[in-house]
C-alpha cells in the first residue's frame, strides 16, 4: 500500500488527467458526454487495475499509463454501449475492436464508429489504442500472455455485444453464447460465466508477469487458472451485487439477480471467495494475489450502497464480511472507509 499510495497513485493521477484534458476536447458532444461520464463515474476502475504495478516498482512508468489507457478505453466503450443512441450488435462489436487492436502491436487502426452516427472523436479513442500498443510492446515477455489476453478481451467485447443488444433479445443470445463454453466450465451457472468475462483484472495481472523476462508458461497458465474464472468472477459478481436495487429499479441486467434466493446468491458469491484464496497459494508472489482477494471483499462491501436501507444487499454482504474474517480484510475496508470519507 505504500508503494501504491508513493508511487502508482501519483503516476495514475497523472495519466488519468492527461486523458481527461483530451476527452474535453472531443468534438462531438456526444462522444465527449460519454467520455467525461465515464471517466467520471469509473475511475475507480483505473485505480483499482493499477494497483497492480505495485509488484513491479521497476515498470510503473509503463504498467501504469497502460492499464489506465486499457481501462478508459473499456469504460468509455461500455458507456457508448449502455446509454447508446443505437442498439446495433455490429456498432458494439465494431467499436470493441478498439480493444483487441490495443493488444496488438503494430495492428492498423480502424473506423471504430463505421456504425454510428457520431464519429469525430478527434482521435481520443485512437489515441487510447496506440498508447495501448506502445506499452504492451514495451513489455519484456509479452508474447508470452499476448494471445490469453486477446481470448480474455474478445470474451470481455462478447458479453458487451451481447448485454446491450434489445432487452428483449439479450438473455437469447447470453444463453446461446454460454453454450459453446459450459463444457468447459462445468462449475459455473451462466450467468457466472458472463460475469467472470466482464472483469478486466486478469489482463492487468497478465501485463505485470509480462514485465519478467524469465516468464515461463507454467506461470502464465497459473495466475490465468486463478484469474479465469474465480478472482475475476468474485470481482465482478461483488460489482453486480452493490449494483442489485439500483439495477432493479432501473431495469438493467444484473447477473446476481438470476440466483433463486439470498442464500443461493451468499453461497455461490462465498464459494467464488473460496475458491479464489485457494487458487493464489501456488501463484509468483502469492501474497500480493491474496491481498488482490481480501481488498475485492472489503472494497465492495464497503461502498455506500450496503446499507440497511437495502437490507438484501446488506444482509449478503454482512455474511461475506463475516466468512471473509481475517485481518487483510478488516484492513482494507478501513482503507476504504477512510478513501471514501
Not at 478498439?98 to 502491436?105: E, I, K, W
Not at 479513442?125 to 508470452?144: F, I, N, T, W
Not at 464497503?302 to 454482504?317: E, L, S
Amino acid at each position: 500500500m505504500y508503494r501504491v499510495y508513493r508511487h502508482v497513485n501519483p503516476r495514475l493521477e497523472r495519466d488519468f488527467s492527461a486523458w481527461y484534458r483530451r476527452a474535453e476536447q472531443i468534438p462531438d458532444p456526444e462522444l465527449r458526454k460519454q467520455a467525461l461520464a465515464s471517466m467520471n463515474s469509473k475511475k475507480f476502475h483505473c485505480q483499482g487495475g493499477a494497483v497492480y504495478a505495485a509488484q513491479v516498482p521497476s515498470q510503473i512508468h509503463t504498467l501504469v499509463p497502460l492499464i489506465v489507457a486499457y481501462q478508459t478505453i473499456s469504460d468509455y466503450l461500455d458507456n457508448l454501449c449502455d446509454r447508446s443512441t443505437s442498439l446495433d450488435p455490429a456498432d458494439f462489436r465494431q467499436l470493441h475492436l478498439s480493444m483487441q487492436d490495443a493488444l496488438t502491436p503494430g495492428a492498423p487502426l480502424r473506423d471504430y464508429y463505421c456504425y454510428r452516427q457520431e464519429k469525430d472523436d478527434g482521435g481520443f479513442l485512437a489515441d487510447l489504442v496506440r498508447s495501448c500498443q506502445e506499452k504492451v510492446a514495451a513489455l519484456p515477455a509479452y508474447p508470452l500472455v499476448q494471445q490469453r489476453v486477446l481470448e480474455l478481451s474478445c470474451l470481455y467485447s462478447d458479453l458487451q455485444v451481447y448485454k446491450h443488444v434489445a432487452h428483449d433479445q439479450r438473455e437469447e443470445q447470453l444463453f446461446a453464447w454460454w453454450e459453446r463454453y459450459r463444457p468447459h466450465y462445468p462449475q459455473l451457472y451462466w450467468q457466472e460465466f458472463a460475469a467472470v468475462t466482464g472483469s478486466t483484472i486478469g489482463i492487468f495481472a497478465l501485463f505485470c508477469l509480462a514485465t519478467d523476462p524469465a516468464l515461463s508458461e507454467q506461470e502464465v497458465q497459473a495466475v490465468d487458472s486463478a484469474y479465469f474464472p474465480w478472482i475475476c468472477g468474485l470481482h465482478i459478481l461483488l460489482d453486480y451485487l452493490i449494483d442489485l436495487e439500483e439495477d432493479r429499479v432501473g431495469g438493467d441486467l444484473n447477473f446476481v439477480s438470476y440466483y433463486r434466493s439470498d442464500q443461493e446468491a451468499t453461497e455461490r458469491l462465498s464459494y467464488f471467495f473460496e475458491q479464489a484464496k485457494a487458487s493464489v497459494r501456488h501463484l509468483p508472489n502469492p501474497v500480493f494475489h491474496r491481498l488482490i482477494v481480501n481488498g475485492l471483499v472489503a472494497f465492495y462491501l464497503v461502498d455506500r450502497k450496503v446499507n440497511r436501507r437495502q437490507p438484501q444487499i446488506y444482509t449478503i454482504a454482512k455474511q461475506l464480511m463475516r466468512r471473509a474474517n481475517n485481518m487483510s480484510t478488516l484492513f482494507f475496508y478501513l482503507n476504504g472507509l477512510l478513501v471514501r470519507r
